[in-house]
């Protein structure tokens, strides 16, 4: 079943059939790259949803520049190669609800954000549609594990994933585009993964949001409009004025420290969940559970114990848990050097690791 975000211009029956040959192509694409993603995220089931009309045609240039019209070209072949219609992946059901729940496990200090997630997920399901739209920004001091939980919750859900960091992105472009009179003008990261991309509803992390320097631009001034449903249905990017495309499905999780250097009007766009610190106890299941996830990574299960010993665990629950998977896995590689079944880890390791704030890590990627 196809779901439109607005009428299709022309004749209605030709416009839908049109749309019916798109969205077949879009699964036979989506079938013959990923054929295990439309079984995991129940695609086969689920609507698809039409992201610009494909009857927009770029208006008549005052420039008569070759490269400007060049590039007019270069993008209606892109948009007629790519069709109007984007699949919404992550469909509700009960499986999805388990996935979504395993967060109070590997997260427990995330509760609320999960229980968030959880209840999205069944007023969604009880409207039978895919996980979609979700506006959700995590705050809490460094390395409590706010990025590593965005990214782990899309890992879960099984949608592609994008991530900006602010702390380094100069200007409004990464979001929006550039102006079209830029010589290198070029569509934001919201146009290509809609257009580019197979998913109309897949998760942006946007990291840090609260560093974003403003000093060339507002990095987040195209949220004004994308965290809107209303306005994100027609959502123009700067580099491609001509086409709106329809990203009110995309779902955002923003991480910060401090919520005072973001602007209210945006703070209101969003569900604001507030990250705690984890207990000695949740620390030492985390890293029991992260012990044993480097042991199976590298298919060690006959050489090393299956579990951490109390002094290793006690010594590693008093540190840094940002640092808990890099201090294992130089403990684990000892252990193989030394020809030894249980990892040692000295009182001083998890002592300088603890100078730096508690978190989780996930390949470096948590700040």
């Known amino acids: 079943m196809t779901e439109k975000s607005s009428a299709p211009k022309g004749n209605p029956p030709l416009s839908a059939l049109r749309e019916q040959v798109a969205e077949l192509r879009l699964r036979a694409r989506v079938a013959q790259a990923q054929p295990e993603r439309l079984e995991t995220l129940g695609c086969g089931r689920s609507a698809a949803v039409r992201i610009f009309d494909p009857d927009a045609r770029p208006g008549s240039s005052l420039s008569a520049e070759r490269d400007v019209r060049r590039r007019q070209d270069e993008l209606s072949k892109l948009l007629r190669e790519r069709g109007p219609m984007r699949l919404i992946g992550a469909q509700t059901g009960e499986a999805l609800a388990a996935r979504i729940a395993k967060l109070h496990v590997s997260h427990p200090n995330f509760a609320a954000a999960t229980d968030y997630l959880l209840q999205e997920e069944i007023l969604a399901r009880h409207q039978s549609k895919g996980l979609a739209g979700i506006r959700l920004l995590l705050h809490g001091g460094a390395g409590l594990g706010k990025t590593d939980y965005a990214l782990h919750l899309a890992e879960l859900i099984g949608l592609p994933t994008q991530v900006i960091g602010f702390s380094s992105a100069q200007a409004s472009a990464a979001l929006g585009g550039s102006e079209t009179y830029w010589s290198n003008s070029e569509p934001g990261i919201v146009w290509k993964e809609l257009i580019q991309g197979d998913f109309a509803n897949w998760v942006c992390v946007m990291d840090e949001i609260d560093k974003a320097d403003k000093r060339a631009g507002d990095p987040l001034g195209a949220l ?77 299960q006959r050489k090393l114990s299956e579990t951490l010993e109390d002094k290793a665990l006690e010594q590693l629950a008093r540190g840094s848990v940002r640092d808990l998977k890099r201090i294992l896995r130089q403990a684990v590689a000892t252990a193989l050097r030394r020809g030894a079944t249980r990892i040692e880890v000295s009182a001083e390791t998890p002592a300088r690791a603890h100078a730096r704030a508690i978190g989780f890590i996930r390949q470096g990627a948590d700040r």
Request: hydrophobic letters at 45%; zero cysteines; proline letters at 4%.
């Open 224 to 300: 004004y409009q994308l965290l809107e449903e209303r306005s994100a249905r027609i959502f123009t990017d700067k580099s491609v004025p001509w086409l709106p495309v329809d990203a009110s499905h995309i779902n955002w999780v923003a991480t910060a420290n401090h919520l005072d250097l973001i602007h209210p009007a945006i703070l209101s766009r969003f569900t604001v969940v507030e990250a705690m610190e984890l207990t000695f106890e949740q620390r030492a299941q985390l890293a029991q559970r992260l012990y044993r996830q480097v042991v199976d990574e590298h298919g060690l």
